[in-house]
């Protein structure tokens, strides 16, 4: 079935730091999301990109849709405490609805 | 912001008891789907649904069942609750942007089977 890999597995950065991660397919998506999730609470969508090449951002968050459409990054400029969770990138290929999710990425930002 | 409910939000109990996790959503998505999760592992798709009457399994196999009744509410069941299912159970919904889905969550409910 599809997969998506995400990388870095986990991040422990400086408060201020950029931080940059990414997503990759073997199969073509038309819909890459963006979400975060703090422990014990559901994920939050951050952003979402629905045309290749598309970049996005939302504050201190941006985003991009690769032109190949098999894979997508989520970059934070600025880091601050707040920014600590799990971050997963979500992809579609179908007009079901269904998403393929990354493994997610642990953002840890030390003050 | 999306207005989508899970209830209960955590959950002890015994084995062979049977549950049902309650989701609902204000918003009018036809679709809504079930994960399973475990603690900051990704998620997998255990049911979903295109509306009322309408279930499917997802892609990871699941003992629950669903049901859709009514548009807004889409309850999970465990018949009789095993240590093999406590895991973290998220309900979302979807609704078509830009030609296609976008899926919000629910706050999630996590269930501990003793």
């Known amino acids: 079935g599809q997969q998506l890999n995400q990388s870095p597995q986990s991040m422990f950065i400086q408060e201020g730091e950029d931080v940059s991660m990414n997503c990759t397919s073997s199969s073509i998506f038309n819909t890459w999301l963006w979400y975060k999730q703090d422990p014990g609470e559901g994920p939050v969508l951050l952003i979402a990109?629905?045309?290749?090449?598309e970049l996005t951002s939302n504050g201190r968050l941006t985003a991009q849709f690769g032109i190949t459409r098999k894979d997508s990054f989520l970059n934070i400029s600025a880091s601050i405490p707040s920014d600590v969770g799990i971050y997963f990138c979500a992809g579609s290929s179908s007009n079901t609805g269904k998403l393929i999710f990354g493994q997610g990425t642990t953002l840890q930002v030390k003050p | 912001e999306a207005d989508i409910y899970q209830t209960p939000r955590y959950l002890v109990i015994g084995t062979g008891k049977k549950i049902t996790l309650e989701c609902s959503q204000t918003m009018g998505h036809d679709k809504m789907y079930w994960y399973q999760q475990d603690p900051g592992m990704e998620l997998h798709l255990i049911h979903y649904?295109?509306?009322?009457?309408?279930?499917e399994k997802g892609d990871l196999s699941s003992e629950s069942t669903v049901s859709r009744i009514r548009t807004e509410h889409f309850p999970l069941t465990l018949e009789s609750a095993r240590p093999s299912h406590t895991s973290q159970y998220l309900c979302?919904?979807?609704?078509?942007?830009?030609?296609?889905?976008?899926?919000?969550f629910g706050p999630g409910t996590r269930l501990t089977v003793l």
């Open positions: 990109l629905y045309k290749a090449g």
């Open positions: 979302a919904s979807s609704e078509l942007e830009r030609f296609t889905d976008t899926q919000y």
């Open positions: 649904s295109y509306g009322v009457n309408s279930t």
